[in-house]
């Protein structure tokens, strides 16, 4: 899907609110393909990244791991690695 949808579930600290919600809003925008709407459409835009904020902080909440808590810090180095590797260095 879209590579700046990031994974949310199993991080402590948990995610916020505000990655919940500008996953939402990734998600709307590449399925709308507006990335700002325009005015006739805003409601509509906004209206369905707030739904999909709910599911999504409904379905994060209900899933269950015996897995340990990923950790942040440890993700991003991993992500920086691979982007050095994939791209070099700058």
Known sequence: MCRNI?????????????EIEAAARQ???KVSGFRKPAAVNK???ERA????TT???TL???LQTSAPP???AAEIAEA????AKRFGVS
Not at 6 to 18: C, E, G, I, V
Not at 49 to 52: H, L, P
Not at 80 to 83: A, K, L, M
Request: charge should be positive.
């Open 6 to 18: 990031k994974r949310l579930y199993n991080y402590d600290p948990p995610s916020t609110a505000d």
């Open 80 to 83: 920086r690695r691979r982007n």
């Open 27 to 29: 998600y709307v925008r």
């Open 43 to 45: 409601s509509a835009f």
């Open 55 to 57: 599911a999504t902080a």
């Open 70 to 72: 990923r950790d942040r």
């Open 60 to 62: 994060l909440n209900g």
């Open 49 to 52: 990244v707030a739904e999909i």
